[in-house]
């Protein structure tokens, strides 16, 4: 899969997910540096991926979900990045970010492999935003065509509101 970052085209490893999808098995590293995967998540999720959280764009993507996840009850979500768990750690703590899991894909990259985001020229995520029920199937799939514009945070928040 092809999408743009700064209007240049920019090839995405892994296989692009659609509705219907049961999730792929992944492991991300949380900022306490303990490995996670699936199997550590339950219930409705959202999972986000950003090229980093230290550019304005997944700036403001990360703080708007902190604040609107408040109204989505039992649902969580994550925000995945190459980011290290330090610097993910430092950029939560100075914004407030109490409402969303920041996790890294730094070690092993199965999140974006997996995930169809990992952009292999610049070694960094694709913009994009997944739906997950409680019985892992994705509900929604959303792949920004450019990396640097914004998701569709509506459909996501309603997405994640109809998942069970």
């Given at each position: ?17 659609k ?9 991300l ?34 703080r ?101």
């Amino acid at each position: 899969m092809n999408l743009k970052f700064q209007g240049k085209t920019v090839k995405v490893s892994g296989n692009a997910l659609k509705v219907g999808d049961t999730v792929p098995d992944f492991t991300l590293i949380n900022n306490a540096m303990d490995t996670i995967s699936l199997g550590n998540t339950k219930g409705v999720r959202i999972f986000l991926t950003v090229p980093s959280l230290d550019t304005p764009v997944c700036d403001l993507e990360t703080r708007t979900f902190n604040e609107k996840t408040s109204e989505i009850p039992g649902v969580t979500v994550y925000t995945v990045s190459m980011d290290l768990p330090f610097a993910q750690s430092r950029w939560c703590a100075a914004n407030g970010i109490k409402n969303v899991i920041t996790v890294s894909d730094f070690k092993d990259r199965t999140f974006g492999k997996n995930f169809g985001t990992y952009m292999d020229d610049l070694g960094l995520l694709a913009r994009a935003a997944f739906v997950v029920d409680s019985s892992n199937k994705i509900t929604y799939v959303e792949y920004v065509p450019e990396v640097t514009n914004q998701p569709n945070f509506d459909a996501i928040l309603d997405a994640a509101k109809k998942a069970k």
